[in-house]
C-alpha cells in the first residue's frame, strides 16, 4: 500500500510544484525569490535544528542523516501561511497554501539513500505603486514561479556514531515578471515582461556525530558544506504597447520581443553547523547555525538600483521533549513536543536598509496509535515577523499551520510463510 501512497503522491507534487504560488511576499521580487527550503517540519518545528541522528525521522538538512536510517521511510509537508503586510501608507492581508516537500529513505546496511522533490523558492507578488500626480508616471509590478530542486543523497557510517554523506541537486525553474508603466489620465501604457529559465546542478557534504557525556546524556554535532554552483539562466524580454479600460483589463497594440539572452548565475557557498545535548527518545536542545557568503543572486532580469546584498546569516534554538516514549495507555505522553526560536539576516537590503527575519515556532509529532506500526503525523506553528516598515519598506507579520506525515515500513525482507 505504501509504495501506491508514495507513486500518487510523487505525481501529485510534481504537478503541484509549478502551480502552486509558493509566497505572497512583496521581498520575493529581489533575486531568486523567497527561500522555501527548511527542512521536513520535524525540524523546522524547532526553527530548523537538525543534529540527532534519527532512525525513523527524515532530515534532508543533512545527507549524511540518511545511513541512520533503520526503516524504509515516505515523508511529505505542506502548509497554510496567512500574513499582513504593512507600511507607513497603509496594510494588507494575504494568505497561500503549498506543498513544501516529499521524500523517501532506504536503508541499505551501513549505507542509506534518500531521494525527493521540493521547492527551493518562490515568486509571488502585486505591487501598485501610485503617483499623486495625474499626469505621473504609475507602475503596476506582479511576479510568480520560483526554483524547484530535485535531489538524490547518499550517507554511510564510517564508524558508530559517525556518520557522512553527499547528495547532488537538480535546480530547475521558471521566474515571471512584469512592469506596467501607464498614466492615470491617458489609457495607454507601456508593459515589460521577463521570463527566467532558470536550470543547473549543485552538491550538499554533510557529517554527523553523537557520543556520551555520561550514561544518561548524549551530545550530538552537525555539519554541512554546500559548494558555490551555478545556474544558467534563459531570459526572454518583451516590450508591449498596451491600451486599457477603466477596469485596466489591458488591450496589447504592439509587441516587441527581444532574443534569448544566456546568463550564469551564480549560487554562493553556504555552511551550517549545529550541536545539542539530550537523552535519547526523551529530550534534545540543540543550536544550529547557518551562514552563506552573499544572501541573494539576482536572475539577470529582475534587478534594482536600490537594492544590494550582504552575507546571509541564520541563528537557531529549539529542541523536543517527550514524557514517556514506552507509555501505551496515556497517548499524550507519547506525543513529542517540539519548540524553537530563529533570528536571522535574509541577505537583502533595501533602501539601505537589512531585511531580517524573527519568528517562533511549536510542534507536536502526533505517533501511529498502532503498537506495531512507527509512523507518525506531524503539526507545526510558526509566528514570525520580516522586513521593516522604515525607509519606506513593507513589514510582514505572518502565521503559518502545517501538516506532514512520516510513514514507516520494511522492505526487502524476505517472508517467512508462503
Same mark, same amino acid.
Given at each position: 500500500m505504501i509504495k501506491k501512497i508514495i507513486v500518487t503522491a510523487c505525481f501529485f507534487l510534481t504537478l503541484a510544484s509549478f502551480a502552486q504560488s509558493g509566497s505572497a511576499s512583496p521581498y520575493s521580487y529581489f533575486g531568486l525569490g523567497?527561500?522555501?527550503f527548511k527542512g521536513t517540519l520535524e525540524n523546522r518545528s524547532m526553527s530548523g535544528v537538525a543534529v540527532e541522528q534519527d532512525s525513523i525521522h527524515m532530515n534532508i538538512l543533512n545527507p549524511a542523516s540518511f545511513a541512520a536510517i533503520r526503516l524504509t521511510t515516505f515523508t511529505m509537508g505542506g502548509g497554510y501561511t496567512s500574513t499582513k503586510m504593512k507600511s507607513d501608507k497603509g496594510?494588507?492581508?494575504?494568505?497561500?497554501?503549498t506543498l513544501d516537500y516529499l521524500a523517501v529513505a532506504l536503508p541499505l546496511g551501513k549505507m542509506g539513500v534518500g531521494f525527493g522533490l521540493l521547492p527551493y523558492s518562490s515568486v509571488g507578488y502585486n505591487i501598485e505603486s501610485l503617483s499623486s500626480d495625474p499626469n505621473g508616471n504609475n507602475n503596476r509590478l506582479t511576479g510568480?514561479?520560483?526554483?524547484?530542486?530535485?535531489f538524490f543523497a547518499l550517507g554511510y557510517t564510517i564508524i558508530p556514531n559517525l556518520v557522512v554523506g553527499a547528495d547532488i541537486q537538480y535546480n530547475f525553474g521558471r521566474i515571471k515578471n512584469s512592469n +506596467?508603466?501607464?498614466? #492615470?489620465?491617458?489609457?495607454?501604457?507601456?508593459?515589460?515582461?521577463?521570463?527566467?529559465?532558470? =536550470?543547473?546542478?549543485?552538491?550538499?557534504?554533510?557529517?554527523?556525530?553523537?557520543? !556520551?557525556? =555520561?550514561?544518561? +546524556?548524549?551530545?550530538?554535532?552537525? +555539519?554541512?558544506?554546500m559548494p558555490q554552483s551555478k545556474l544558467v539562466s534563459s531570459n526572454t524580454r518583451t516590450v508591449t504597447t498596451v491600451q486599457y479600460d477603466a477596469n485596466y483589463n489591458l488591450i496589447v497594440m504592439e509587441k516587441v520581443e527581444s532574443d534569448i539572452i544566456r546568463k550564469d548565475v551564480m549560487i554562493p557557498e553556504k555552511i551550517a553547523f549545529g550541536a545539542?545535548?539530550? !537523552?535519547? %527518545?526523551?529530550? +534534545?536542545?540543540? &543550536?544550529?547555525?547557518?551562514?552563506? =557568503?552573499?544572501?541573494?543572486?539576482?536572475?539577470g532580469v529582475n534587478e534594482a538600483k536600490n537594492v544590494t546584498?550582504?552575507?546571509?546569516?541564520?541563528?537557531?534554538l529549539g529542541g523536543y521533549y517527550?514524557?514517556?516514549? =514506552?507509555?501505551?495507555?496515556?497517548?499524550?505522553? !507519547?506525543? &513529542?513536543?517540539?519548540?524553537?526560536? %530563529?533570528?536571522? %539576516? #535574509?541577505?537583502?537590503?533595501?533602501?539601505? !536598509?537589512s531585511i531580517d527575519e524573527a519568528a517562533i515556532t511549536l510542534g507536536f509529532g502526533l505517533p501511529s496509535v498502532s503498537a506495531s506500526s512507527l509512523s507518525n503525523f506531524n503539526?507545526?506553528?510558526?509566528?514570525?515577523?520580516k522586513g521593516t516598515t522604515s525607509n519606506g519598506l513593507i513589514q510582514e507579520n505572518y502565521g503559518s499551520f502545517s501538516l506532514s506525515f512520516s510513514l514507516n515500513d520494511r522492505w526487502f525482507r524476505q517472508s517467512k510463510f508462503n
Amino acid at each position: 500500500m505504501i509504495k501506491k501512497i508514495i507513486v500518487t503522491a510523487c505525481f501529485f507534487l510534481t504537478l503541484a510544484s509549478f502551480a502552486q504560488s509558493g509566497s505572497a511576499s512583496p521581498y520575493s521580487y529581489f533575486g531568486l525569490g523567497e527561500s522555501r527550503f527548511k527542512g521536513t517540519l520535524e525540524n523546522r518545528s524547532m526553527s530548523g535544528v537538525a543534529v540527532e541522528q534519527d532512525s525513523i525521522h527524515m532530515n534532508i538538512l543533512n545527507p549524511a542523516s540518511f545511513a541512520a536510517i533503520r526503516l524504509t521511510t515516505f515523508t511529505m509537508g505542506g502548509g497554510y501561511t496567512s500574513t499582513k503586510m504593512k507600511s507607513d501608507k497603509g496594510d494588507a492581508k494575504a494568505q497561500r497554501t503549498t506543498l513544501d516537500y516529499l521524500a523517501v529513505a532506504l536503508p541499505l546496511g551501513k549505507m542509506g539513500v534518500g531521494f525527493g522533490l521540493l521547492p527551493y523558492s518562490s515568486v509571488g507578488y502585486n505591487i501598485e505603486s501610485l503617483s499623486s500626480d495625474p499626469n505621473g508616471n504609475n507602475n503596476r509590478l506582479t511576479g510568480s514561479g520560483g526554483l524547484n530542486k530535485a535531489f538524490f543523497a547518499l550517507g554511510y557510517t564510517i564508524i558508530p556514531n559517525l556518520v557522512v554523506g553527499a547528495d547532488i541537486q537538480y535546480n530547475f525553474g521558471r521566474i515571471k515578471n512584469s512592469n +506596467l508603466e501607464f498614466i #492615470t489620465e491617458i489609457p495607454v501604457g507601456t508593459q515589460e515582461d521577463n521570463k527566467a529559465d532558470l =536550470n543547473g546542478f549543485s552538491t550538499n557534504l554533510g557529517v554527523m556525530y553523537q557520543g !556520551k557525556v =555520561n550514561k544518561n +546524556l548524549n551530545y550530538y554535532s552537525s +555539519l554541512t558544506y554546500m559548494p558555490q554552483s551555478k545556474l544558467v539562466s534563459s531570459n526572454t524580454r518583451t516590450v508591449t504597447t498596451v491600451q486599457y479600460d477603466a477596469n485596466y483589463n489591458l488591450i496589447v497594440m504592439e509587441k516587441v520581443e527581444s532574443d534569448i539572452i544566456r546568463k550564469d548565475v551564480m549560487i554562493p557557498e553556504k555552511i551550517a553547523f549545529g550541536a545539542g545535548i539530550g !537523552k535519547s %527518545k526523551k529530550w +534534545l536542545v540543540g &543550536t544550529q547555525i547557518v551562514y552563506q =557568503n552573499i544572501g541573494g543572486a539576482g536572475n539577470g532580469v529582475n534587478e534594482a538600483k536600490n537594492v544590494t546584498y550582504e552575507n546571509y546569516s541564520n541563528y537557531s534554538l529549539g529542541g523536543y521533549y517527550i514524557p514517556n516514549y =514506552n507509555m501505551f495507555s496515556k497517548y499524550y505522553q !507519547k506525543i &513529542t513536543y517540539r519548540a524553537g526560536l %530563529k533570528y536571522g %539576516k #535574509t541577505g537583502t537590503i533595501v533602501n539601505s !536598509k537589512s531585511i531580517d527575519e524573527a519568528a517562533i515556532t511549536l510542534g507536536f509529532g502526533l505517533p501511529s496509535v498502532s503498537a506495531s506500526s512507527l509512523s507518525n503525523f506531524n503539526v507545526g506553528l510558526e509566528f514570525g515577523r520580516k522586513g521593516t516598515t522604515s525607509n519606506g519598506l513593507i513589514q510582514e507579520n505572518y502565521g503559518s499551520f502545517s501538516l506532514s506525515f512520516s510513514l514507516n515500513d520494511r522492505w526487502f525482507r524476505q517472508s517467512k510463510f508462503n
